[in-house]
């Protein structure tokens, strides 16, 4: 690894401070989806809960309610 693809820490004050990024949009799931969670690997979505704050997943072994906005949670 080079020393230019190092991420450099960019203080809030300089002059050359970088752009902030925009957050990637929010995923919304629906009954059916394939989704991959860390923990607990590959699933199937079942349903949509609560004004779509949480989905319940079957997978396999399990059936979980997972919060939508689960960083561990990702849409195949």
């Keep these: 690894m080079t020393r230019s693809e190092w991420s450099r820490r960019v203080l809030p004050t300089s002059p050359f401070a970088r752009e902030a990024t925009p957050a990637p ?6 009954a ?3 989704v991959s969670h860390d923990k607990y690997g590959l699933g ?3 349903e949509v809960a609560d004004d779509e704050d949480a989905v319940i997943v079957d997978f396999g072994a399990s059936r979980r309610r997972i919060p939508a906005s689960s960083p561990a949670l990702s849409k195949l």
């Design 25 to 30: 949009p929010p995923v919304s799931f629906e």
């Design 32 to 34: 059916g989806d394939r």
């Design 44 to 46: 199937r979505v079942l």
